[in-house]
């Protein structure tokens, strides 16, 4: 089995060799992944509520239920990641390297549940920033919209759309975004170049693809930071964990503040946002320092697991 092909893991044998065909890979799933999101997933979410509603009903935001949303979510990002699966088996890429389904160090699995718990404080205090001082955005996205989705409709509703939040975006977009389009864009440059490229291109596009005025500019230190746990690992699960933390921790104290009427009003203050980047940076560094060595990139390959 070839151990020198430009762009490809020793341990595999791709049927199209050179880093091109890491960049042709990585725009084909990019349009592949947009058109799976919005196509995909909007028409099967317009159908939920067209059902629900009707034609007329369907166009209202307002009509918008938990059930509907996670049938958004989850055909959109599913025929995603389904269709660059198809991509990967085409290419001979493994499916380990294509979804960095590796081991992870230990380090970084432990540092990303306690990542999780307080990297959303400095989103949200950005968040709070942006809406202070364009107050017109702030009953207008996903922020305003997620909190009645959990508290409003059936059971079943909002059973579904804890389940979109807590396990389907850590899940699906991790694979999606960390997993897919990070390995095919760190074909495209040799060793940590590509690793990289990877980080910075993954991270904006995860948070466009969040399509929030408000919401997508305070995610991309959480961007970073997951993107930080993929490239320090070299595995996709660290980010999975973190993921998973940040969204059950954000969904319950929602919950809980919705329940018990606590007052929503009051901003995140500037020591608390400040706080929680300090302690995001802090485990940052502790990743690095407990990365996978030699780093796992598609020259070099680590078989033993931390």
């Known amino acids: 089995m070839p151990h020198n092909l430009a762009g490809a893991w020793p341990d595999e044998d791709p049927r199209v060799t050179g880093r091109w065909v890491g960049l042709v890979a990585a725009i084909v799933m990019s349009v592949v992944g947009g058109a799976s999101i919005l196509c995909v997933g909007g028409l099967l979410g317009a159908m939920v509520l067209i059902i629900r509603h009707g034609m007329a009903g369907a166009a209202d935001i307002a009509n918008l239920s938990g059930d509907a949303m996670a049938v958004t979510f989850f055909g959109g ?7 660059g699966l198809g991509i990967v088996v085409a290419l001979g890429w493994r499916i380990s390297h294509g979804f960095a389904l590796r081991g992870s ?3 970084p699995l432990i540092l990303a549940v306690l990542g999780g718990l307080f990297v959303g404080v400095f989103p ?13 955005l702030a009953n207008s996205g996903t922020l305003e919209l997620i909190p009645r989705l959990m508290m409003d409709g059936s059971l079943f509703e909002r ?3 804890l389940a979109t939040i807590v396990i389907g975006a850590p899940l ?5 975004f960390r997993g897919l389009l990070w390995g095919a864009i760190e074909r495209i440059a040799p060793g940590q170049a590509g690793q990289a490229l990877a980080f910075v291109f993954t991270s904006l596009a995860f948070v466009i693809a969040h399509a929030d005025p408000v919401q997508s500019p305070a995610l991309l230190p959480t961007a970073f930071f997951l993107g930080w746990l993929r490239w320090s690992s070299g ?10 933390v940040n969204n059950s921790l954000a969904a319950g104290l929602t919950i809980l503040a919705l329940t018990y009427q606590w007052d929503s009003s009051s901003s995140t203050p500037a020591w608390l946002g400040g706080l929680g980047l300090g302690l995001t940076v802090l485990v940052a560094v502790g990743v690095w320092a407990g990365r996978r060595k030699p780093a796992a990139t598609p020259e070099t390959i680590v078989l033993a697991r931390g």
């Open 159 to 161: 059973g579904m759309t």
């Open 124 to 136: 949200g205090w950005i968040a709070d920033q942006i809406m202070q001082q364009f107050p017109e």
């Open 77 to 83: 990002f599913g025929t995603f990641a389904l269709l």
């Open 105 to 107: 160090p230990i380090v």
């Open 172 to 176: 699906l977009e991790e694979l999606c």
């Open 235 to 244: 595995s996709i699960y660290p980010s999975i964990l973190a993921h998973f």
